[in-house]
């Protein structure tokens, strides 16, 4: 089993960056595949970004592709999502995801998630 619980949200003008982070427990984090996904506000909730379990595979969405970077540091049972460049279309609760598969992260079909962090893109 994996708990996972996201930080490093908040309110940054357009142009600017974030880094979040998603600090997780359980035996099984070197394991496991971790994303990102995001649900605006009246949308569902799409996938951001993907990792393999040893980082050396990783998979975007195209709206932030070039822009958003996903890593993992499995000593320390974190993975982060570098967002530069942020646009006002980018402002969601984002959510930190684990699942057996890359194509389960990317369908939304995680087995963990954490509980969210808000991500406000805004002059």
């Known amino acids: 089993q994996v708990q996972l619980v996201e930080s490093g949200g908040g309110l940054v003008q357009p142009g600017g960056s974030l880094r979040l982070f998603c600090a997780a427990s359980g035996r099984t984090f070197s394991s496991t595949f971790l994303g990102w996904l995001r649900q605006a506000p009246g949308k569902e909730r799409a996938f951001v970004a993907a990792?393999?379990?040893?980082?050396?595979?990783?998979a975007y969405s195209a709206s932030v592709k070039g822009r958003f970077t996903i890593s993992r540091d499995n000593a320390k049972n974190t993975v982060y999502l570098q967002m530069n460049s942020l646009k006002p279309e980018d402002t969601a609760v984002y959510y930190c995801a684990a699942g057996s598969s890359v194509g389960a992260v990317v369908a939304g079909l995680s087995d963990y998630w954490g509980q969210g962090t808000q991500v406000t893109v805004s002059s």
């Open positions: 990792i393999s379990p040893s980082g050396g595979s990783t």
